[in-house]
Structure formats: structure tokens, C-alpha cells
């Protein structure tokens, strides 16, 4: 027991393994498969929720739910939370009709709504007609807010006050509620008609008088969202004010629920993550259980996009076809292509993923729209030049004339200005036709850079060879 905390101490876990969910879920196997169940308990006992729940994850499927029965009411709840979502199916399958009726009721609303959305419909109006009616009308509430919204991942467990309230009063209800809200942290103020009219933290609370009214210690400036605001917007929120919690209003301003900062950070990890996917050219279906998938599944998915990307290649076959001429004059040509076009290919990404990234963030628009395509052609023109220095002298002596090397020279600085360009245009471009950014990823943008590339060298040497004395050649 940590002294300064009272909280378990933990720390050896830490210290002495790669994970704790790694000595855990040995032991728990262990202990299980010799049916000691009285050391399982005091196992778990100073082990956290969320490394519980990565420990049964990791058992075999028969041992998840006799180790989940292990726990006691309250703790299982928490840790049902945790698991991963093919574990908590699982259980439910397993666990009698009672106890999951049970596990379920007790869960926080969003949640229950996150579980509900991974279940079969069958499954989920079953459950839901068992729910009490309190908790069947408050998920029922958040089941009929958009998916990605606001409303959909609020919790409708948090404290409201009153402004005629003294701070004594106001003390006393936090005392009574804290045990069924989601944070006490933040504390909010409505009216009669459940306006949303303030916001009062905890710590305000505390040191104020026990005689001081609520409006006169509360803030009556208050951030919020509304219920309809996309699940993007209120993360960036919550992380600009550095809230632990955010209030969420109806169309009336009425406060309906709050958005608690660790399913914002579930929000993030979920973005990023499509992002990322997107970012791949890979199909994105349902991110977090890509390697749970089957193999069949995932091989859908990405040749969607390869087959798109073969297509447009195909384009860059035919710019070749076309100036076969000037490749049969002087061969050699043809060597330098794969660098060309690799350049521009890789430059083009930089330049894509610093804009999708800051569109992301938000940075962008400090900068300006034209300006930071600008700024993108600009790197790109400089790169060129500094590559210059390199790829020159090298096509120069490998060509054994100023042939190749002016033609290299020449397009390299073409191709690298536009590749930037189009890395910065394009994902621009999406987002101002209100569709996804990353969807204009590193993938597509070297394609586009490939096609455009040759055609840019090849045309080059082409006016070159009709141009130079033909001594220079």
C-alpha cells in the first residue's frame, strides 16, 4: 500500500516486467488450472482494473469467465469496462442470464451504449427490454444520438447545482452523489429548466464560505458542446482547456451529459488510428480489431486501394509507351527513372502528411491555406537543389556527357517542386470539399508524382536531344 496515496502499490509490477498484464495473466493461468481460487483473489487484489482486464484478455477462452467470477461485484464491473470488446461478447455468452443482466444495469451509461454498439441487434434489444426503466431510457437517450457525436459518447452521470444553493448544501449533495457520477471534479449549474447557466470545480467548492451562495464563487462563462458536435471537435476541446470533463447542451441549452477526458482519449486513439489506415491506402473497416480480423477479411480491405493504385500506375506504362523514341536513342535514360521518380514519390508524402497532420491538429490554420501550399513548393524547389548536388555529377559521369545529367538535373527540380506541391494541394483540396484528408495519402500522391514524373523527364530529354549541339551529346 502506497503510504502517501493509500492506493495499492504497484510499482513492483512495473519495475520487474516488460507488462504487469504479462505476470498476471501467468500466474492467473497458473493458479486457475490447479484451482486455487483463493490465491486468484489474492492475486487481483492490489493488481489495477484495466491490467485485470488485459490479464483475462490473455487467458485461454475457457479460464475468462472463471476468473471473471472471481471478482467481486463492484470490481467487475470496472474491469468489464476494460476489456476489449471480443472478450466482453465472450462473457456474455458464458456468464448466466442473471449475472449478465446484472453486470450490464450496473455499467455507466456511455459504456453500456460502447457495448451495445459491438453486440447484434438481436442481443442488444434483449438487454435492453431487461434493463429498469431509468437505465433503459437513459441508454435508449444515447442510442439515438448520431455514432461520432457528442451525444453518443456522453455520460448522463454528473452533478448539477443550484444557484440559490449554499456552498454547505452544495457539499452535502456532492457527498451523497459522488459515488454514482462519473467525476466530481466539475460541478455543474442550471436552473429550473436544466439551462446550462455555470460551472463551479471542486476546489472552488472547498475553499469557499459554507454560507457562500453558488452564484456568487460559480463561473458563468462555460464552454460546452452540443450533442450533435462531431467526437473530433470535442477531443480538441477538451485538450485545448485542458478539461477533465466537458458539459454537452440539447438545441435549448439544456445540460443533457458530459464527455470525461478518458473516453476523449479513446476518441483520439480511435482518429489516429483511421488516419493512419487511411494514410496506408487501407480500407478502413473496424480499426481496433484489424488483427483479430480474418485474413481473408483484411485482404479485402487493402486490395481495394492496391487495385486503384494499379490502375493509375498503369498511366505511367503508357507515358513510357509513348516516348519510346527517345528511350531507344539514348538508353541509359531509362536507368534514372526509378530515381526520379522515387524522389518525387517520397517527397510528395513529406509534404501530405505535415498537411494532414496539421489539419488534424488544427495548426494549419494559423498558417493559411495558399501560404502553406507556397511554403510546401518552396521546400520542394530547395530540396531539389540540394539534390542536385549529389544526382548531377553522378548521371553527368554516368551518362559521359551533359546529356543525362542536364536532363536529370532539369526534371529533379520539376518533379520535387511538384510533388510538394500536390502533397500540400491535394489532402487541402479534400478537405475543403468536406471529405477526409488522409484519404489523399502517400500512396495516391505517389502515384500521381510517378505518372507526372516521367512525363516530365522523358519530355525533357526529349527537347534536349532536339535542341543540344550534337557535339555536347
Known amino acids: 500500500m502506497n503510504e502517501a496515496t493509500g ?33 486468484v483473489k489474492t492475486l487481483l487484489q492490489p493488481v489495477q482494473p484495466v491490467d485485470i482486464a488485459e490479464a483475462i484478455g490473455r487467458l485461454p477462452l475457457i479460464l475468462q469467465a472463471l476468473a471473471f467470477r472471481l471478482l467481486n461485484k463492484n470490481e467487475a464491473i470496472e474491469v468489464y469496462e476494460y476489456l476489449d470488446p ?46 429498469s426503466p431509468a437505465e433503459r431510457r437513459v441508454t435508449a437517450q444515447l442510442l439515438g444520438y448520431e455514432v461520432e457525436t457528442a451525444g453518443r459518447l456522453m455520460t448522463t452521470e454528473f452533478i448539477d447545482l443550484k444557484e440559490f444553493q449554499t456552498a454547505q448544501e452544495a457539499l452535502t449533495i456532492v457527498r451523497r452523489q459522488a459515488p454514482f457520477t462519473e467525476t466530481i471534479y466539475s460541478l455543474y449549474v442550471t436552473d429550473r429548466e436544466r ?8 476546489r472552488d467548492l472547498v475553499t469557499a464560505e459554507p454560507g457562500d451562495r453558488i452564484r456568487d464563487v460559480m463561473t458563468r462563462e462555460v464552454v460546452n458542446v452540443r450533442t450533435d458536435t462531431d467526437q473530433e471537435e470535442v477531443a480538441r476541446a477538451i485538450q485545448r482547456y485542458d478539461f477533465l470533463a466537458l458539459p454537452v447542451v440539447d438545441l435549448e441549452q439544456r445540460l443533457v451529459g458530459i464527455v470525461t477526458v478518458d473516453d476523449v482519449i479513446d476518441v483520439i486513439e480511435q482518429e489516429a488510428t483511421r488516419d493512419i489506415y487511411a494514410a496506408g491506402a487501407v480500407q478502413a473497416g473496424d480499426e481496433d480489431d484489424y488483427f483479430q480480423s480474418n485474413l481473408f477479411v483484411v485482404a479485402r480491405r487493402r486490395v481495394v486501394w492496391l487495385s486503384a493504385l494499379v490502375l493509375a500506375n498503369g498511366l505511367t506504362t503508357q507515358v513510357i509507351a509513348m516516348n519510346d523514341a527517345v528511350l531507344k536513342q539514348v538508353v541509359l535514360l531509362a536507368a534514372f527513372i526509378p530515381l526520379l521518380i522515387g524522389t518525387g514519390g517520397n517527397v510528395g508524402a513529406q509534404s501530405s502528411t505535415v498537411v494532414i497532420r496539421g489539419l488534424s491538429t488544427q495548426s494549419i490554420q494559423t498558417l493559411g491555406v495558399t501560404k502553406a501550399i507556397v511554403r510546401e513548393a518552396i521546400a520542394g524547389a530547395l530540396l531539389g537543389l540540394l539534390m542536385l548536388l549529389v544526382v548531377v555529377p553522378f548521371a553527368w559521369w554516368r551518362g559521359e556527357g551533359p546529356l543525362i545529367g542536364t536532363a536529370v538535373g532539369i526534371s529533379l527540380i520539376a518533379i520535387t517542386t511538384l510533388a510538394a506541391t500536390a502533397g500540400a494541394a491535394l489532402p487541402l483540396f479534400f478537405d475543403r470539399m468536406g471529405l477526409d484528408p488522409a484519404l489523399m495519402s502517400a500512396p495516391f500522391i505517389t502515384t ?26
Do not use: C
Not at 457495448?115 to 442488444?124: I, M, Q, R, T
Not at 439551462?195 to 471542486?202: P, Q
Open 7 to 39: 492506493a495499492p502499490n504497484t510499482t513492483a509490477f512495473v519495475r520487474n516486467s516488460p507488462h504487469p498484464a504479462d505476470v498476471v495473466a501467468a500466474q492467473l493461468e497458473s493458479m486457475l488450472s490447479a484451482g486455487n481460487y483463493d490465491g
Open 86 to 131: 471480443v472478450v466482453q461478447q465472450s462473457l456474455l455468452d458464458r456468464l448466466r442470464s442473471n449475472e449478465v443482466l446484472e453486470l450490464v444495469e450496473e455499467m455507466s451509461p456511455d459504456d453500456r451504449v460502447q457495448l451495445f454498439d459491438e453486440l447484434p441487434a438481436k442481443v442488444v434489444r434483449r438487454l435492453l427490454s431487461q434493463l
Open 195 to 202: 439551462h446550462l447557466t455555470g460551472i463551479l470545480s471542486l
Open 448 to 473: 500521381a508524382t510517378d505518372v507526372a514524373g516521367v512525363l516530365i523527364y522523358l519530355r525533357t530529354a526529349s527537347w534536349l536531344l532536339a535542341h543540344m549541339s550534337p557535339s555536347l551529346l
